[in-house]
């Protein structure tokens, strides 16, 4: 089987992060600073990324600017001719950083918001950070770098859509992604006080069309399924380790930011491995790639080629198995799993929000 190259690179730079979501895709054991990859070893990641085919990398974390060597790093991939992204919190995100990194030669800022209002987007974050990132934004487009913006949506700020998006609008941004919570790590666990009723989903998307016929010419709104609703599973990252790769603060490289649910499978480290052979070579990165692994009803079935059996780590997370076929699937013999949640919220039996986990 051929294997394409990998177009993009998530550098997780560190877990540490000053905001303490119920959503955070994080993993619930948090990789500590003294277990995080140095600069050089992250210098010799962009470096492998680059001779791999890599051509943008997306600088994440936690929260990216609490790296000092941050700029060093952008600065390099750029050197290498990468297109290079920040995503942020803007906690930390002063006129002074935001010269440097420009300077650096950063090509855009991905602002994370968590509400349209001050109360409920710090009341979500578990921190005062809103008035932080309102300064954030107005210093990022005053500096003409390129603002884009992405909201979790969950039923706790889903009756806000109009609002954030207008807000959106107005702070400036030229992309705003509306991502409905995927339920991995901490969002997995608050699952209850997170997953909205089909009613309320269904109004939100109906603003989001009515907005982007409004605000088509001055935003790109980009509305992520929220798949717990829909009768089929989206593809799993384009297909299992196809298009893009991760590598986590401790330097362990995954197919995608939450691979790591997967506990029976081992994943590689830059520390011990050549990233092009990890990516080539590795037993994870193979796992699932093709379509030979997959079992029924994915196996005869028309839409793997779509879809490709969906979530591989929402099957494990859901089933135990990351070869079944993705819960949320229609033709799944575990799509009761799905249907039991969703049950359980159109009945009323989970509407507090009550966050059992904040993600720290």
Known sequence: MSVSFPYALTAELTHRCPLHCPYCSNPVELQKRESELSTNEWLSVLDQASELGVVQVHFTGG???????????IRHARDLGLFVNLITSGVGLTKERIRELSEAGIDSIQLSLQAATEELADSIAGF???????????????????????VVLHSSNLHQIEEIIELCVAWGAQRL????????????????????????????????IQANERYGQQIELLWILPDYYEDFPK????????????????????????????????FENVKERELAWIWKESP????????????????????????????????FL??????????????????????????????????IPNYAYRGR
Request: aromatic share 8%; with cysteine.
């Open 177 to 208: 992604e509306l991502a409905n919570a995927q339920y991995y790590g901490w969002a997995l666990r608050n699952i209850h006080q997170l997953l909205p009723r089909s009613e309320q989903l269904k109004k939100a998307e109906r603003v989001y």
């Open 128 to 150: 005062k950070a809103y008035e932080l990132k309102r300064q954030a934004a107005q210093w990022i487009r005053e500096s003409g770098l390129t603002l884009n913006m992405n």
């Open 235 to 266: 593809p799993c990252m384009g297909g299992w380790a196809k298009l893009s790769l991760t590598v986590a603060p401790n330097g362990r490289v995954l197919p995608c930011t939450v691979a790591s649910e997967i506990q029976s499978l081992t």
């Open 318 to 351: 859901l089933t135990g198995d990351a070869q079944a076929t993705d819960p949320v699937c229609i033709l799944s013999p575990h799509r009761r799993v799905i249907m039991d949640r969703v049950e359980s919220i159109e009945n009323g039996e989970y509407d």
């Open 63 to 73: 929260e990216p600017l609490l790296r000092s060597d941050l700029e060093l790093l």
């Open 284 to 315: 994870s990165f193979n796992a699932y790639r093709g379509y030979d692994w997959m079992a029924e009803p994915c196996r005869s079935c028309d839409r793997r080629e779509l879809d490709y059996g969906g979530c591989r780590c929402q099957a």
